[in-house]
């Protein structure tokens, strides 16, 4: 055999089946994963910030491009682990969307909307370097858990240019096709909103850090800034949302969730929650292949919806 750069299909196949061998068929439509680990995205105020990037790869579309799921890691504000759902996420990566782990800026580093601000900037960064990564620029979601879901939330209703969003990529968008909550602490207003903190609403808590150390009860006006509900009115241009939350969830109420979900629908915005029986806070509960399915349906929805606005808009 010639030893030359051999494409894929020039390269001849081996066809015999020794005595005993078993041939196992494929069809070349299976789904890997390709990690590409700690991307520096951006370093505002000199502090770096990092992506854990996730790539579905098939032997048949090499070259095909993705939708991307901007996620950013929860953790009470504090300094995130990037590794802690790289596995949970395998099975959305598989359906076929890019996953970018994000990191913000912790409550140790700086208070609220730092954090909302730098989630902007990871999607500015993949739609950035949508080509490098293979990614659909048109169709980038940002989702998030627990603190990661208030600011996947934030990332949503930040205003282009506004007092939450400092850009770092000049004339890229922040704009997201959709949002995907997972058990989100979307409020700060709610008396138990955390059950289990007994530091709640002080300034030790994650809360009252996030607000720059404070006790939260004493600045209504900070709270309210910070919690989504009261950032949705029915002029606000928000894309879909979809909420998952465990009925069991002795961290974040679960309330937290429904009231979001109430205030959207309220609104007229278009939104789903599902609460998942017995589930804690966080769990593999959230990412059994049949949730993960219903993520992935959310997605495609708000795909064939925008697909078709933008389709009226051109006409």
Same mark, same amino acid.
């Given at each position: 055999?010639?030893?030359?750069?051999?494409? %894929?299909?020039?390269?001849?196949? $081996?066809?015999?089946?020794?005595?005993?061998?078993?041939?196992v068929e494929t069809t070349g439509d299976e789904t890997g994963v390709r990690f590409v680990r700690e991307v520096e995205y951006a370093a505002p105020d000199g502090v770096p910030l990092r992506l854990n990037i996730l790539l579905p790869v098939t032997r048949n579309e090499p070259d095909k491009k993705h939708p991307c799921l901007v996620y950013v890691q929860g953790s009470a504000w504090k300094e995130q682990d990037l590794y802690m759902s790289v596995c949970a996420v395998d099975e959305l990566v598989k359906k076929g969307c890019a996953v970018a782990i994000a990191q913000y800026r912790h409550t140790g580093q700086a208070p609220f909307p730092a954090q909302i601000s730098d989630a902007r900037n990871a999607v500015r $960064?993949?739609?950035?370097? @949508?080509?490098? %990564?293979?990614?659909?620029?048109?169709?980038?979601?940002?989702?998030?858990?627990?603190?990661?879901?208030?600011?996947?939330?934030? *990332? @949503?209703? @930040?205003?282009?240019?506004?007092?939450?969003?400092?850009? +770092?990529?000049?004339g890229v968008s922040a704009e997201v096709r959709g949002v995907l909550d997972y058990y989100g602490t979307v409020t700060l207003l709610m008396e138990d909103?955390?059950?289990?903190?007994?530091?709640?609403?002080?300034?030790?808590?994650?809360?009252?850090?996030l607000l720059g150390g404070v006790y939260v009860m004493e600045h209504p006006e900070l709270a309210a800034k910070a919690s989504a509900v009261t950032h949705i009115t029915p002029d606000k241009k928000l894309p879909p949302v979809c909420i998952f939350h465990?009925?069991?969830?002795?961290?974040?109420?679960?309330?937290?969730?429904?009231? +979001? $979900?109430?205030?959207?629908?309220a609104c007229g915005k278009e939104a789903r929650l599902y609460l998942i029986a017995g589930a804690g806070h966080c769990g593999p509960?959230?990412?059994?292949?049949?949730? *993960?399915a219903l993520a992935w349906d959310f997605m495609q929805d708000c795909l064939k919806k925008s697909a078709a606005q933008d389709w009226r808009e051109s006409r």
């Open positions: 055999m010639e030893v030359k750069k051999w494409s %894929y299909e020039e390269f001849p196949e $081996y066809t015999e089946t020794p005595e005993g061998a078993v041939r $960064y993949m739609r950035a370097h @949508a080509e490098e %990564y293979r990614v659909n620029p048109d169709e980038i979601f940002v989702g998030g858990d627990s603190s990661g879901g208030h600011t996947a939330v934030f *990332c @949503a209703i @930040a205003e282009e240019g506004g007092d939450m969003d400092e850009s +770092l990529f000049p909103g955390f059950p289990t903190t007994t530091s709640h609403h002080t300034p030790k808590s994650p809360e009252g850090k465990g009925t069991k969830d002795r961290t974040a109420n679960v309330r937290q969730s429904v009231e +979001l $979900y109430e205030k959207l629908r509960e959230f990412w059994t292949p049949e949730v *993960c």
